[in-house]
């Protein structure tokens, strides 16, 4: 499920601060449609929350995240945190954000990005051109990287890590 955008708005009303590349998304028929349903909600209930919101033509929702932000100098909150998320998206891999969050080797990004689009190792060593050997040597190289013991473990912290909107650094 992919990050589509995060708002932050100011006591629950006007948006004062939006995520890279969520700019278009405040001047679409999208954005009036989740705006109007989350501030439904927070004037029901303040605190946070998760509604869905059927996307224009209804084909799918959106999913969004409502949270309360509290301002620590004023002590006071009513600002919230949007994050709008598209559960039918696709996951985009960010090998050079992987490389770098876990120290890949080049190698070791590919068999990850093989990984990462269901092939098992035999698959992903035929994909690659390199022998199941080879594969089972780059598992266990990022067995230790990511700190686990299994290849269930490997995919559940490289699809927490892939679900992260990071960008590679330049």
């Given at each position: 499920?992919?990050?589509?955008?995060a708002?932050?708005?100011?006591?629950?009303?006007?948006?004062?601060?939006?995520?890279?590349?969520?700019?278009?998304?405040?001047?679409?028929e999208?954005?009036?449609?989740?705006?109007s349903?989350a501030?439904?909600?927070?004037?029901?209930?303040?605190?946070?929350?998760?509604?869905?919101?059927?996307?224009?033509?209804?084909?799918?929702?959106?999913?969004?995240?409502?949270?309360?932000?509290?301002?620590?100098?004023?002590?006071?909150?009513?600002?919230?945190?949007?994050?709008?998320?598209?559960?039918?998206?696709?996951?985009?891999?960010?090998?050079?954000?992987?490389?770098?969050?876990?120290?890949?080797?080049?190698?070791?990004?590919?068999?990850?990005?093989?990984?990462?689009?269901?092939r098992?190792?035999?698959?992903?060593?035929e994909?690659?051109?390199?022998?199941?050997?080879?594969?089972?040597?780059?598992?266990?190289?990022?067995?230790?990287?990511?700190?686990v013991?299994?290849?269930?473990?490997?995919?559940?912290?490289?699809?927490?890590?892939?679900?992260?909107?990071?960008?590679?650094?330049?």
């Amino acid at each position: 499920m992919e990050l589509a955008t995060a708002v932050l708005l100011r006591d629950g009303v006007d948006p004062v601060a939006v995520s890279l590349g969520g700019e278009d998304l405040l001047h679409s028929e999208t954005w009036t449609r989740l705006y109007s349903a989350a501030r439904l909600s927070l004037s029901r209930d303040p605190s946070e929350q998760a509604i869905s919101v059927l996307k224009p033509g209804g084909n799918g929702t959106w999913l969004v995240y409502l949270l309360p932000m509290y301002d620590p100098a004023t002590r006071s909150n009513g600002s919230h945190l949007v994050l709008v998320f598209d559960p039918e998206s696709e996951p985009r891999i960010q090998l050079g954000s992987l490389q770098a969050m876990f120290r890949l080797t080049k190698a070791e990004a590919r068999l990850v990005e093989q990984l990462l689009m269901g092939r098992t190792p035999a698959e992903a060593a035929e994909a690659l051109g390199v022998t199941i050997h080879t594969v089972r040597t780059y598992l266990k190289r990022l067995y230790g990287k990511l700190g686990v013991s299994s290849q269930a473990l490997l995919m559940r912290k490289l699809l927490q890590a892939v679900s992260l909107p990071l960008r590679p650094a330049a």
